[in-house]
């Protein structure tokens, strides 16, 4: 087999305890730049059976074709990025790939063996994270959204012509 069951891998995701520590240090340490930066994101839904709206800020960036995520959780609500005790699960987090069918591809992935531990949306995309077997620590998320494929096109063009001038762009929602 050639191809991946789910396609290329779009995204890798970390969770940090400082999202602007954490930019600085890839923009300084590995060059990967320049980063959106969405501030204010809220993301509800369901993690292992209990309803749930989780505030995060997130960075973005591009290394090759994959988009690279930084997760900081800004409240306390029970997710997959948190420790039971409410501290952020730090480090590699998730493996991600679009859909355009997240139903139809999580179905599928739980006929391989996977479960879903968290669903949830946010305004024009919906996403499902699951875990497999054998896997401690890291989860597979599946994203459904007509604007990541355009926005991961986007980041990887701006990824190819950036000079390392103005690195971070910030979109807030909360001022939205």
């Keep these: 087999m050639s191809q991946a069951k789910y396609g290329p891998i779009a ?9 602007d520590a954490s930019i600085a240090r890839w923009i300084a340490t ?5 980063w959106t930066v969405f ?3 809220t993301l509800k839904g369901r993690f ?3 309803d749930t709206e989780v505030r995060m800020d997130v960075g973005l960036a591009y290394q090759g074709d994959t988009q690279v995520e930084l997760i900081h959780v800004t409240n306390g609500a ?14 590699l987090h998730h493996l991600a790939w679009l859909t355009d069918d997240l139903d139809a591809t999580v179905a599928g992935a739980e006929l391989d063996g996977l479960r879903t531990v968290f669903r949830a949306h ?11 077997p054998g896997e401690a620590g890291i989860l597979f998320e599946f994203i459904e959204s007509g604007q990541t494929r355009q926005l991961i096109a986007d980041g990887i063009a701006a990824t190819r012509g950036w000079d390392g001038s103005n690195p971070i ?5 909360a001022q939205a």
């Design 48 to 50: 292992l059976g209990r």
């Design 122 to 132: 946010s305004p024009g995309t919906r996403v499902a994270y699951l875990e497999a």
């Design 30 to 34: 590995m060059g990967v730049g320049p």
């Design 169 to 173: 762009h910030v979109i807030d929602f």
């Design 78 to 91: 029970v997710s997959p990025y948190l420790a039971a005790d409410g501290t952020p699960l730090a480090g």
């Design 11 to 19: 995204q890798i995701g970390m969770v940090t305890d400082d999202l």
């Design 39 to 41: 501030r204010n994101v």
